[in-house]
């Protein structure tokens, strides 16, 4: 279970691009963090190179000494604009996959479908749901499969205001039980988080 | 395990509902195999000549249809940066996807198979050997084919360079499952071939599913 995110001096290149460099970050288990900065600073390309899914031009990632394949493939979620649902098939499939995928057990993914609400939805397709909805389903891998690091990228934005304080509570109460959050905003987190600013 | 039953049944059920399908597969096959006596002639005699090398080459070029959706579609949605990020090694994910594809048109290619080859004037007698090659060519078409699949992601027109890319990697299995059953046909030792093509079928299992995942690590980064 990840219970630090360390980020030292850390550069990205995308595109013959340097996004920016000497990016720094400590995270310990019950905090959160809001990155923040300009559209194309490189807010996603961070989350993406927490996951070791963009490499590094400089600096280190660590996860407090565990290693790190280890951590990124059971230890994270990334929750980001492309939510890898497929239009043609139903919620309850796409819940149902995600959340075996991630390891979730049957009772995890009921308590996800209950607690973003999906019950109505579970036998429409996801082409017939609305961006909020559709981002509902994508958010509730988090709740399906319990893991400890968070990195969500502009997880608010198709929210309405109830389902943005809903989904505040959510991440309050994993902060509370030792989780960590990542989050790229461009509005402020509705929980109390620390503030990285990205600039080139 | 559970995962990886689970991964199988979504491959199965995408690749099934991908491009409209083994239908549109099944049915890019015979017409294919409807053209051949169009352009060739429409003895019977030199047809039948033609009938296992034709319904083969046909077979092949229907397991290239879907092929390039593979993974392009959980490129885009990003469904293949969740699949990377998973204790499932990427080989083994892209094994699996492969393994889906082959159920969902490799195997309704091969029933559809013998039925072609005798309407192009086979003998019922060849229809065993046809079934059994198509099958096992199946799998070296979907594992071979996936490595152009994964190295075309993010290439405009990603479907006509899965083509190009994939075309050359089925050279050999249409030489092998073409020997085998020409030789078959007219009498000679039939089995060289045959195992060539399993070999080539299961070099492909084992080796293609390496380079995929390189190229999908190589496309999401």
Known sequence: ?200 | MSRLSTLLARETALAWGRGGGPLVSVGFYAGVATLLPLGIGPEPTRLAAIALGASWVALALASLLSLDRLFERDYEDGALDHLALSPVPLELTCAVKCLGQWLATGAPLALAAPIAAIGLGAKFDQTPLILACALIGGLAFAFAGGIGAALSLGARRGGLLTAVIVLPLFVPPVIFGGGALSAFATGLPWTGGFILLAAYAAAAIALGPIAMAAACRNALS
Request: net charge positive; hydrophobic share 45%.
């Open chain 1, 1 to 200: 279970m990840i219970e630090r995110l360390d980020l030292a001096d850390v550069a990205i290149r995308r595109g013959g691009r340097l996004l920016f460099e000497r990016l720094s970050l400590n995270l310990a288990a019950g905090e959160a963090c809001a990155l923040t900065g300009a559209n194309g600073a490189g807010k996603t390309s961070l989350l993406r190179a927490v996951c070791g899914l963009v490499p590094l031009e400089a600096g280190t990632v660590g996860f407090g000494g565990l290693d790190l394949t280890e951590a990124r493939s059971s230890g994270l979620h990334l929750v980001g604009h492309q939510d890898g649902l497929k239009p043609a098939r139903t919620t309850r499939e796409e819940l149902g996959f995600w959340s075996r995928w991630c390891g979730g057990d049957a009772a995890a993914q009921a308590e996800a479908a209950r607690a973003l609400d999906l019950g109505p939805l579970l036998d429409l397709e996801v082409r017939r749901l609305s961006a909020g909805q559709r981002k509902r389903l994508a958010l509730a891998r988090l709740i399906a499969a319990p893991r400890s690091l968070w990195l969500l990228d502009e997880p608010l934005s198709p929210l309405d205001a109830g389902w943005r304080a809903r989904f505040g509570e959510m991440m309050a109460a994993h902060l509370k039980g030792g989780g960590l959050i990542l989050a790229a905003v461009h509005d402020p987190l509705p929980i109390p988080a620390k503030t990285l600013e990205i600039k080139a």
